[in-house]
């Protein structure tokens, strides 16, 4: 695994997506939560061809900014850029856009882990 990997993940702004759906606000516009969700699984998706059989890659950290609504009926797509590999330890740029320009970018974590050991920690 390499730093470089890139990924852009793409959804449209509908009712379940919203603020006022997921409960992180009370308008009808493109949810910080979703958003968020958008740039994870960009990042996840980077590198997921590079991962062995058992492995996946688990969310740890996540710093963003959402700075610009987004409405209804708008194409979102968020980038995820892998920018240091230390270890186990995954360091991802992560941006996202609608048709205007950006809304939101920051730094994403993630973590390289057996499927079977995470899971066995489950109570």
């Known amino acids: ?58 969310g740890s950290e996540i710093n963003t900014t959402h700075i610009k609504p987004s409405a209804l009926g708008a194409t979102i797509s968020a980038t995820a850029i892998l920018s240091s590999v230390e270890g186990r330890k995954l360091t991802f740029l992560v941006a996202a856009r609608d048709n205007h320009g950006v809304i939101g970018e920051g730094t994403h974590t993630r973590f390289v882990v057996s499927r079977e050991r995470f899971l066995s920690k489950l109570l």
């Open 1 to 58: 695994m390499k730093e470089g990997l890139t990924y852009t993940s793409t959804t449209v702004v509908d009712k379940t997506n919203t603020a006022v759906a997921l409960g992180s606000g009370d308008m009808e516009v493109f949810a910080t939560p979703a958003m968020v969700a958008l740039m994870e699984n960009a990042a996840m998706k980077a590198v997921a061809d590079y991962l062995e059989e058992d492995q996946t890659t688990v």
